[in-house]
């Protein structure tokens, strides 16, 4: 490969970690979730709390976003919203992933 | 509960901010659905185009102001909580466009303010720093989520004061950036009333288009920019134009 090649590529691999970051933020932007009127993200580390809490079907205490104290009193519900929103936000990223790796946009 | 969306929007000699309200106001009411408010003089009154069912507010705003050697007006937003007619107000900069419904969700919380602390630059994909000079953590005044409680009324009146006297909390703060920016005022307010402690953020980032990217192109789901001879396509986030040729595309 010649210089304006190697350039090239550099170039492209730059706008695709560009993107890819961007698409990132998005996603964890979408995996932002208000349930009793507060905020969570939906994202593994509060999956994982909830799928463990969650265990013995009783209600159990978590922290929004900003560090408030919320009981959760249907663990069940709240562990489908959390996995349906880390899951739609993932498949929009994988898809805007893809597009970018095939460089559609 | 009453729930809207206020806007401030003045024209400058420089930037049709009335065009960049009309797209605003658009997605709005696309992505949002919520009741509009929108703050205004004459002069930009006059040159809206039609926008359907809003509520307007005019008013004789303050014209002393500049952002990067350029006349900025935005001096008025201390007096949102008066201003808004609503019991829920989201207050957005009018070149902050909403391609998704993300702030109707965070409309339904027990949090009295919300705001963001972190934005970054789709182009560079970095964060967005302030001079880090600063004392205290800065904030985003692009978009406030407000309840009117007493302690929102205080918020508001501690912006107030801050603006009355920006060169001292200015000092008190370290910030070193000269003119008055609703930013920083609205941290101090922020700090202050909750007693130098932490309140309540919004958790994520603002997708921000930097001052010096090009718009190629706006869609009905995002935007496409350039910035040097890098593209970016974006689509289904909320995005902060910074660039105030958003006003021409």
């Known amino acids: ?105 | 509960m009453t729930t809207g969306v206020l806007l401030y929007c003045f024209d400058t000699s420089q930037v049709a901010y009335s065009k960049i309200t009309e797209r605003c106001v658009a997605l709005i009411k696309k992505h949002l659905k919520l009741p509009i408010t929108v703050v205004t003089n004459w002069d930009t009154y006059k040159n809206f185009g039609p926008m359907g069912m809003i509520n307007y507010k005019i008013m004789d705003n303050e014209t002393n102001n500049t952002k990067l050697g350029k006349p900025w007006y935005n001096l008025e937003r201390h007096m949102a909580y008066d201003h808004s007619p609503y019991d829920l107000t989201v207050v957005m900069d009018v070149d902050y466009f909403c391609y998704s419904d993300k702030l109707l969700r965070l409309a339904n919380t027990e949090s009295d303010f919300l705001v963001h602390k972190d934005a970054h630059d789709v182009i560079k994909s970095e964060k967005m720093e302030y001079h880090r000079d600063a004392m205290l953590d800065l904030v985003w005044a692009t978009v406030l989520i407000f309840r009117k409680t007493p302690r929102t009324k205080a918020i508001f009146d501690t912006v107030r004061l801050v603006k009355q006297n920006y060169v001292h909390y200015c000092n008190l703060y370290r910030i070193t950036y000269p003119n008055f920016r609703n930013d920083y005022a609205f941290a101090i307010a922020l700090n202050q009333i909750s007693g130098h402690g932490d309140y309540d953020i919004i958790p994520d980032s603002i997708a921000t288009v930097p001052a010096d990217a090009e718009i190629l192109n706006l869609e009905e789901n995002g935007a496409v920019v350039r910035w040097k001879d890098i593209t970016v396509k974006l689509c289904d986030q909320d995005l902060h134009f910074l660039t105030k040729e958003v006003a021409n595309v």
């Open chain 1, 1 to 105: 490969m010649n210089i304006d090649q190697l350039k090239e590529l550099s170039r492209q691999s730059f706008d695709f970690n560009t993107q890819k970051a961007n698409a990132l933020r998005k996603a964890q932007s979408d995996q932002v979730l208000v349930y009793q009127n507060h905020i969570f993200r939906a994202d593994p580390e509060t999956i994982c709390l909830v799928k463990t809490a969650s265990e013995g079907g009783k209600s159990f205490f978590i922290l929004d976003s900003n560090s408030n104290p919320v009981e959760i009193k249907e663990p069940t519900e709240f562990l489908d919203l959390l996995l349906k929103k880390n899951q739609s936000a993932l498949n929009a990223y994988h898809q805007l992933y893809q597009d970018i790796r095939n460089r559609k946009v």
